[in-house]
C-alpha cells in the first residue's frame, strides 16, 4: 500500500491561479515598460519613489525576497541608467546607500503612465469592490508565506 498525499483541491487551485496571474502580470506589464526596463528594475524605483528615502542593497534585498547578488544586478543597472543614485556610508565605508535619481523618478513616472492602461482595464472588468474584497486576503496570504521556517 503506498501513501497518497491528500491536498485540499481549494488550497491548489488558489495557489495555481496566484501562479498563473504572477505570470500573466509579468509578461502584460513588461510589455508596456519602457525599452530597456525590466519589471524588476520599475519595483526597484517603485518602492523608492514611495519611500522617499535611501535604503542599503540589503535591505533592499531583503524588501524584495531577493539574494544579495540579484539586489546588487539590479541596482548596478539602474546605476548606469542614472536611475539610481549609490553612495557610500560616510560612517562605515563597506556599506552603500541607494536613493532614486530624478532620472529614475521621470523613468518610474513614464513606466507607469504605460502601464496604466493595463491597470485600468483590469480595475474596470473586476470593479474596485471586488479588489477591495481580494486584498487582505493576498496580503495576509503574503504574510503568511514571508515568515521564515
Known sequence: MTDQVTTDPLAIGLF????????????????ALPRGMALSHFSVLNYLAGIHA????A???RVFHVTRA??????????????????PDW?????????ISPAGM?????????MTPVLEGAMR????????AALPVLRRLRTLLSTDE
Not at 70 to 87: E, K, Q, S
Open 125 to 132: 472588468e473586476l470593479g474596485a469592490d471586488n479588489i477591495r
Open 70 to 87: 540579484a539586489m546588487t544586478n539590479t541596482l548596478t543597472r539602474l546605476d548606469r541608467a542614472g536611475y539610481v543614485h549609490i553612495r
Open 16 to 31: 495555481s491561479e496566484i501562479a498563473t496571474v504572477d505570470q500573466l502580470m509579468r509578461a502584460r506589464l513588461g510589455k
Open 106 to 114: 521621470r523613468a518610474r513616472d513614464q513606466a507607469v503612465s504605460a
Open 91 to 99: 560612517d562605515d565605508a563597506r556599506q552603500k546607500f541607494v536613493a
Open 54 to 57: 535611501e535604503r542599503t542593497p
Open 59 to 61: 535591505q533592499l534585498a
